[in-house]
Antibody, heavy 119, light 107 residues
Framework: EVQLVESGGGLVQPGESLRLSCAAS????????TSWVRQAPGKGLEWVAN????????YYVDSVKGRFTISRDNAKNSLYLQMNSLRAEDTAVYYC????????????WGQGTLVTVSS | DIQMTQSPSTLSASVGDRVTITCRAS??????LAWYQQKPGKAPKLLIY???SLESGVPSRFSGSGSGTEFTLTISSLQPDDFATYYC?????????FGQGTKVEIK
């Protein structure tokens, strides 16, 4: 059974940092691109970042470039999102997601972890 | 960036109704479009990919069509389990972008 389990969310103050983790199981993690997608409370979905199977290619939405870093450890079947200089507008549920192996859409989502940025 | 616009934003319908949701892209995305269903407090679930391909396990009452800039998601006979919010998403180019969502409510 495919599983993606996020962790690391919580309440932080503006300007602080947080690192999200996503543990993958039930599939060969190193075969897939993976993503982070977020959803602010009561709002729609926003793609945040993608990373290639071997970590050699990374893409980000403009609003997080220079502040967030996506990474992965295939030996640990894990995906990460390092978030620095957090802002109130980064408050959201962050979903870890798997990208379909031959096409570029998300075919499986984790349950999400809530990040709240507030003073 | 490619903008995705869904209509309507909210839709009130009854069980058994045929429901159509439209998604328009600000430029051509060929068929690189996916549809997701999301229920409150839950993660999104993939319904349709490549504009018209039905994800395995998704009921056949869901269908997708379109190419270029105009796409539709159709539910042929609305069931109680289908009341949810639906999102389109383009994956033709970065940044990936989603529509604002269509909430399907009980009439």
């Amino acid at each position: 059974e495919v599983q993606l389990v996020e962790s690391g969310g919580g309440l932080v103050q503006p300007g602080e940092s947080l690192r999200l983790s996503c543990a993958a199981s039930g599939f060969t993690f190193s075969d897939y691109w993976t993503s982070w997608v977020r959803q602010a409370p009561g709002k729609g979905l926003e793609w945040v970042a993608n990373i290639k199977q071997d970590g050699s290619q990374k893409y980000y939405v403009d609003s997080v470039k220079g502040r967030f870093t996506i990474s992965r450890d295939n030996a640990k079947n894990s995906l990460y999102l390092q978030m620095n200089s957090l802002r109130a507008e980064d408050t959201a549920v962050y979903y870890c997601a798997r990208v379909h192996s031959s096409d570029g859409f998300v075919d499986f989502w984790g349950q999400g972890t809530l990040v709240t940025v507030s003073s | 960036d490619i903008q995705m616009t869904q209509s309507p934003s909210t839709l009130s319908a009854s069980v058994g109704d045929r429901v159509t949701i439209t998604c328009r892209a600000s430029q051509s995305i060929s068929s690189w479009l996916a549809w997701y269903q999301q229920k409150p407090g839950k993660a999104p679930k993939l319904l349709i990919y490549k504009a018209s391909s039905l994800e395995s396990g998704v009921p056949s009452r869901f269908s997708g069509s379109g190419s270029g800039t105009e796409f539709t998601l159709t539910i042929s006979s609305l069931q109680p389990d289908d009341f949810a919010t639906y999102y389109c998403q383009q994956y033709a180019s970065y940044p990936w972008t989603f529509g604002q969502g269509t909430k399907v409510e009980i009439k």
